[in-house]
């Protein structure tokens, strides 16, 4: 734990500062099995979870202090800043008709079932690396692939699990993702004690990521058919009920998104260029009229404000508010020593660099089964696996690698995951537009979330066979040493 971090001190157990993650999770799987979705009682049981740890907290004001702490992280005014934007975007989208317009091109073109499925993996991963946001990536194409893909045949918890893939994907890879960059900015070099480079360690990792990459959508095009789900006569009729081919136009800002992200233009400048571009198509060329922006109604003598803008701000608020209580929690659990406890018990283990970093995985892994942000998990886990790495000269290229790809796509497969929780009500939100669309929870899904589940075991096969091992020479430069369990002999100690 960071010597000049406070600590927070408990009645009986610093274990008590568990509860708000453990009342949480239980809710969340208890709505799960039931099949029930409501984000009213998950942000009440959370907050009413904080509040009766607070009861054991010694220093009450020191407590609530370090709640506040959490919430008014950087990350969490950025998720917020994020989720409005894209609650908008999404609105838009919907309103829009882009999901007819896929319809309408897909069905011409005969794109059905698991070849739907592996297309919405690819198009997730394309704007998840350039994006770095995977929660923006599902957001913002979950509203056009998801119901045209029902429609077109594919099943739709498989698809769930695509569109979760694809985010996964680039937010273990991307340069701009606030994973990669908080694992390289915690991983040191020996003697300069300088962070490593982002652009290095992407590159090594390059190799890992396509592997599960290429695995993950070959297993997508094999499964991702609907089956039975809809009928040949329900899935025409609804292929002509929502077939809209000007909904096409409403992927023009779709695309400058993925452009101007890929370019490595800031995620919430790229959705406000989105919002604009899109809403000046659609009142162009006739898809939406100025009051579905912006509307006044009169209803029983009363003004009653309606249209997208005010919709979509208020589509994500509930979720923005549950991560904001997760991440104070977060903090609790820092704070408490309870995550110094785990990690320090878990860094014990290695005597040579293949268990060093066998070790690593499973310090990230642990981190990622918490199911929040992922920074959250490697800011803790990084001190860990940097200490671990450089006592066998393990690169710190290698290193961030396997705290990010670990940490990140943990958290993005576990039923109790925030990010999987995130989709699931987005879904649910969608069900008023499109009818079809199954209720869904998150046990539905989490096992075909293939990519999350495929990119830690990659991990763990690189560190049992030394796949692609280097080791850190005295002036940082790379010693390779594929294969090799032992510290090269011109720099062990």
Same mark, same amino acid.
């Given at each position: ?47 009413? &979870? ?71 993996? =690819? ?91 290429? =695995? ?12 039975? @789900? ?6 025409? &009729? ?34 406000? @260029?989105? $919002? ?11 898809? =939406? ?18 249209? $997208? ?6 589509k994500m608020i509930k979720i923005i508010i549950i991560m904001n209580l997760l991440m104070g929690s977060g903090q609790l659990l820092l704070n408490s020593g309870v995550m110094h406890s785990i990690m320090e018990k878990l860094g014990k283990l290695t005597k040579t660099p293949r268990s060093a970093e066998i070790v690593m995985v499973l310090l990230s892994s642990t981190m ?20 671990i790495g450089k006592e066998k000269n393990i690169h710190p290229y290698r290193r961030a690698n396997f705290l990010s790809t670990c940490t990140a796509s943990i958290c993005h497969f576990v039923p109790w995951s925030s990010q999987l929780f995130v989709l699931t009500g987005f879904i649910t939100s969608m069900q008023g537009t499109f009818p079809f669309i199954p209720n869904i ?21 690189? &560190? ?17 040493? @594929? ?11």
């Amino acid at each position: 734990m960071n010597k000049n971090q406070k600590t927070i001190q408990f009645y009986g157990t610093k274990w008590i500062s568990t509860l708000p993650f453990i009342v949480f999770v239980v809710t969340l799987l208890a709505l799960a099995v039931n099949r029930a979705s409501s984000q009213d009682l998950l942000m009440g049981v959370t907050l009413l &979870a904080i509040c009766v740890t607070a009861v054991f907290a010694k220093d009450k004001h020191e407590f609530w202090n370090t709640l506040y702490l959490g919430m008014t992280k950087k990350s969490v005014a950025i998720f917020t800043l994020i989720f409005t934007l894209v609650g908008i975007f999404a609105t838009l989208l919907s309103a829009g008709k882009v999901a007819g317009g896929i319809i309408w091109l897909a069905s011409i073109l005969h794109i059905k079932g698991s070849l739907f499925v592996g297309f919405t993996f =690819l198009a997730a991963a394309v704007l998840s690396t350039g994006s770095g946001s995977s929660m923006a990536t599902v957001l913002t194409l979950g509203p056009a692939l998801y119901p045209a893909g029902i429609i077109l045949g594919a099943n739709p918890f498989i698809l769930a699990g695509a569109l979760v893939s694809g985010a996964n994907f680039g937010d273990t890879l991307a340069p701009v993702s606030d994973a990669t960059i908080a694992a390289t900015g915690g991983q040191f070099y020996k003697k300069s004690g300088n962070p490593v480079e982002i652009g290095q360690t992407v590159k090594k990792r390059f190799k890992y990521a396509v592997v599960a990459g290429i =695995l993950t959508l070959g297993i997508f095009m094999l499964i991702g058919g609907g089956g039975s @789900y809809l009928s040949p006569e329900q899935a025409n &009729a609804l292929i002509a009920e929502h077939s809209y081919a000007k909904g096409l136009l409403m992927l023009i800002p779709v695309l400058i998104i993925i452009y101007l992200s890929v370019n490595g233009k800031p995620i919430a400048q790229c959705l406000s @260029y989105g $919002i604009f571009v899109g809403a000046g198509i659609a009142l162009a060329f006739g898809l =939406l009229v100025p009051s579905d922006i912006v509307g006044f109604e009169l209803v029983n003598s009363k003004v009653v404000i309606s249209g $997208i803008i005010p919709k979509g701000v208020v589509k994500m608020i509930k979720i923005i508010i549950i991560m904001n209580l997760l991440m104070g929690s977060g903090q609790l659990l820092l704070n408490s020593g309870v995550m110094h406890s785990i990690m320090e018990k878990l860094g014990k283990l290695t005597k040579t660099p293949r268990s060093a970093e066998i070790v690593m995985v499973l310090l990230s892994s642990t981190m990622g089964l918490l199911g929040g942000f992922s920074v959250m998990g490697i800011a803790v886990a990084g001190p860990f696996v940097d200490a671990i790495g450089k006592e066998k000269n393990i690169h710190p290229y290698r290193r961030a690698n396997f705290l990010s790809t670990c940490t990140a796509s943990i958290c993005h497969f576990v039923p109790w995951s925030s990010q999987l929780f995130v989709l699931t009500g987005f879904i649910t939100s969608m069900q008023g537009t499109f009818p079809f669309i199954p209720n869904i929870a998150t046990t539905d899904y989490f096992l075909y979330c293939i990519h999350p589940w495929l990119l830690p075991l990659v991990m763990l096969v690189v &560190a049992i066979t030394g796949w692609g091992r280097i080791f850190e020479k005295e002036d940082g430069s790379v010693i390779k040493a @594929y294969y090799s369990n032992d510290v090269p002999l011109d720099i062990a100690q």
